[in-house]
């Protein structure tokens, strides 16, 4: 069955990076991911996708601080966070659709000072 597991979340301080992890099972390596968030009181938002061919889109609001990767070998896709702020703040979801939707169980980012 699928299984998406996330790692990585963690306290910084504005202007700190992070970098979480995603780990699947029972999907292709090349699946098409996707990682969302959620803040409190706020709907899940899109955060970034990196697709089958390996292209990825962002949204407008993390271009030129995250990036998305992968490992194929190790069934791993990445998010570097950088340059982070305080509105970065949230739960961070893996996703993949395979006729439905996939999530896994999130990751914790708070940026605070």
């Known amino acids: 069955q699928v299984q998406l597991v996330e790692s990585g979340g963690g306290l910084v301080q504005p202007g700190e990076s992070l970098r979480l992890s995603c780990l699947a099972s029972g999907i292709a390596s090349s699946t098409t991911t996707a990682w969302y968030r959620q803040a409190p009181g706020k709907q899940r938002e899109f955060v970034a996708r990196?697709?089958?061919?390996?292209?990825?889109n962002y949204a407008d609001s993390v271009k030129g601080r995250f990036t998305i990767s992968r490992k194929l070998r190790e069934k791993t896709v990445y998010l570097q966070m950088d340059s982070l702020k305080p509105e970065d703040t949230a739960v961070y979801y893996c996703?993949?659709?395979?006729?439905?939707?996939?999530w896994g169980q999130g990751t914790q980012v708070t940026v605070s000072s």
């Open positions: 990196i697709i089958s061919s390996g292209s990825t």
């Open positions: 996703h993949v659709y395979l006729g439905r939707d996939y």
